[in-house]
C-alpha cells in the first residue's frame, strides 16, 4: 500500500522560500506520476505540478511556473518542491500524490502540510 508523507511547511513572509518534501512508500515508483496540490479554504483543491518518475518530465500550473521547482530523488524514493517568491495567495494546505495515471482521483495522497504566507 502506497504511503505519502509531506513535510516542511510552515510559516514564512511574502518573497520568502519553503521546501516541501513528499516521502514515499509502499511499493516502486517507477511508472507512476507524482504531483503537488494544493487546498484554500472554500477553494478547490488545485495541481500545482506533477513529475513522472521514471524521466523527470515536469508540468506546472502557470500560477506557478518560474517560482515553483518540482523535482524528485530517486535514491530517497522522496518527491520536493521548492517554492520561491513566495505570495500570500499561495497560502494552503499542500498534499501530494502517487498515481499510475494523472487519474489522480485513484492515486494514493498524503496527509497535507500547511503553507502560510504573511503579506
Known amino acids: 500500500q502506497v504511503q505519502l508523507v509531506e513535510s516542511g511547511g510552515g510559516l514564512v513572509q511574502a518573497g520568502g522560500s519553503l521546501r516541501l518534501s513528499c516521502a514515499a512508500s509502499?511499493?516502486?515508483?517507477?511508472?507512476?506520476?507524482m504531483g503537488w496540490f494544493r487546498q484554500a479554504p472554500g477553494k478547490a483543491r488545485e495541481l500545482i505540478a506533477s513529475?513522472?518518475?521514471?524521466?523527470?518530465?515536469?508540468y506546472y500550473a502557470d500560477f506557478v511556473k518560474g517560482r515553483f521547482t518540482i523535482s524528485r530523488d530517486n535514491a530517497k524514493n522522496t518527491m520536493y518542491l521548492q517554492m520561491n517568491k513566495l505570495k500570500p495567495e499561495d497560502t494552503a494546505n499542500y498534499y501530494c500524490?502517487?498515481?499510475?495515471?494523472?487519474?489522480?482521483?485513484?492515486?494514493?495522497w498524503g496527509q497535507g502540510t500547511q503553507v502560510t504566507v504573511s503579506s
Open positions: 509502499g511499493r516502486t515508483f517507477s511508472d507512476y506520476h
Open positions: 513529475i513522472t518518475w521514471s524521466d523527470g518530465s515536469t
Open positions: 500524490a502517487a498515481a499510475a495515471t494523472t487519474d489522480w482521483a485513484r492515486g494514493a
